[in-house]
Antibody, heavy 118, light 111 residues
Framework: EVQLVESGGGLVQPGGSLRLSCSAS????????MHWVRQAPGEGLVWMSR????????TYADSVRGRFTISRDNAKSTLYLQMNSLRVEDTAVYYC???????????WGRGTLVTVSS | DIVMTQTPLSSPVTLGQPASISCRSS???????????LNWLQQRPGQPPRLLIY???NRFSGVPDRFSGSGAGTDFTLKISRVEAEDVGVYYC?????????FGQGTKLEI
């Protein structure tokens, strides 16, 4: 069974940093792209970032480029999102999502809540 | 960025009756490889999203056959043949043709 479990969310002040983790199991992690998608309270889904299976290519939404860094450790089947210079508008549930071949955003974790507030 | 526009944004439905959601993209979703990366997601209240349909019309693992997808180019439709109580939630179309991936605003299906 495919499982994605996010952790690392919490309350942080504006300008602060946080690192999210996503532990993957139930599938072969290394070949597949992985994504982060966020959802502000009561709002829709917004794609944030993607990383290729070997970790060499990363892509970001304009709103987080230069502040967020996606990375992965294939030996640990773990995806990361380093978030710096956090803003109030970054408050959201952050989902770890598997990029299946042809199926794209096929498996989603339960999400971790990040609250940016003073 | 490709803009995804869904209609309606809210859909009151009757159990056992059909329902339909439309999604239009601001440009063709046909990739250079010939595939069309248009997916449909379901988000039940308090749950993470779940993939229902990928590449326009392919049901994902475990998805009931009352869900079907159709369309081409820029116009797509999700249909539920007979709505059940567990289908309540928000439905999103999403494109995976190019970055940034984008989502429709969501359509709330309510009984």
């Amino acid at each position: 069974e495919v499982q994605l479990v996010e952790s690392g969310g919490g309350l942080v002040q504006p300008g602060g940093s946080l690192r999210l983790s996503c532990s993957a199991s139930g599938f072969t992690f290394s070949p597949l792209w992985m994504h982060w998608v966020r959802q502000a309270p009561g709002e829709g889904l917004v794609w944030m970032s993607r990383i290729t299976g070997d970790g060499t290519v990363t892509t970001y939404a304009d709103s987080v480029r230069g502040r967020f860094t996606i990375s992965r450790d294939n030996a640990k089947s773990t995806l990361y999102l380093q978030m710096n210079s956090l803003r109030v508008e970054d408050t959201a549930v952050y989902y770890c999502v598997r990029g299946g071949i042809d199926t794209e955003l096929d498996y989603w974790g339960r999400g971790t809540l990040v609250t940016v507030s003073s | 960025d490709i803009v995804m526009t869904q209609t309606p944004l809210s859909s009151p439905v009757t159990l056992g009756q059909p329902a339909s959601i439309s999604c239009r993209s601001s440009e063709s979703l046909v990739h250079s490889n010939g595939k069309t990366y248009l997916n449909w997601l379901q988000q039940r209240p308090g749950q993470p999203p779940r993939l229902l349909i990928y590449k326009i019309s392919n049901r994902f693992s475990g998805v009931p056959d009352r869900f079907s997808g159709s369309g081409a180019g820029t116009d797509f439709t999700l249909k539920i043949s007979r709505v059940e109580a567990e289908d309540v939630g928000v439905y999103y179309c999403t494109q995976g043709k190019q970055f940034p991936y984008t989502f429709g605003q969501g359509t709330k299906l309510e009984i």
